[in-house]
């Protein structure tokens, strides 16, 4: 009917203005940490086989951005503690995640970025945080909860 929108468009018409679907928050998303060229990035010593995967970016002005994608959901969905091997130690670190409430995929609404989610004028107000913890050297290491989507930004000098 009229009151489901279609789970494959971006965004729909809303009362205010438009209310954002969850491939809408997917480009947002893309759109943080795509910026440069794609670098070669691999799972390894997935001994539990977690449904995860991984993109690097570098980006501009030194910064690389490193995307972690938890594809385990549901009841027996796993959370996946990575570490990512940079081979030099950043300057600054900064995370931004995109998760939903409740963590059940079926769900269309409830969706963030960063804690926040789109306003029906299309602003948002997310933000990237630093992390402060999990930092060993040349490696970080990062929770990435089932259903849920973690990019790290690492700057170096």
């Known amino acids: 009917g009229p009151d489901k929108p279609n789970v ?7 009362a205010n ?36 995967v991984a993109y690097g970016v570098a ?16 009841p027996s969905g796993r959370s996946a503690t990575v570490s990512v091997e940079t081979g030099k130690k950043a300057r600054t670190l900064e995370v931004i995640t995109m998760e939903q409430a409740g963590r059940d995929i079926a769900q269309i609404d409830g969706i ?13 107000k997310g933000s990237w ?19 849920t989507a973690v990019m790290v930004k690492l700057v170096y000098p």
């Open 8 to 14: 494959y468009t971006p965004l729909t018409a809303s």
């Open 17 to 52: 203005g438009y209310t954002i679907l969850a491939p809408g928050y997917g480009i947002k998303m893309f759109d943080l940490g795509s910026r440069g060229d794609l670098l070669p990035v691999e799972v390894v010593k997935n001994e539990e086989h977690l449904n995860l």
């Open 59 to 74: 980006g501009p002005d030194d910064t690389l951005y490193v995307t972690l994608i938890n594809r385990e959901y549901g």
């Open 112 to 124: 963030t970025i960063g804690g926040a989610g789109f306003q029906e004028d299309g602003t948002w």
């Open 129 to 147: 945080r630093p992390l402060a913890e999990g930092i060993e050297g040349q490696k970080v290491r990062v929770e990435v909860p089932p259903a």
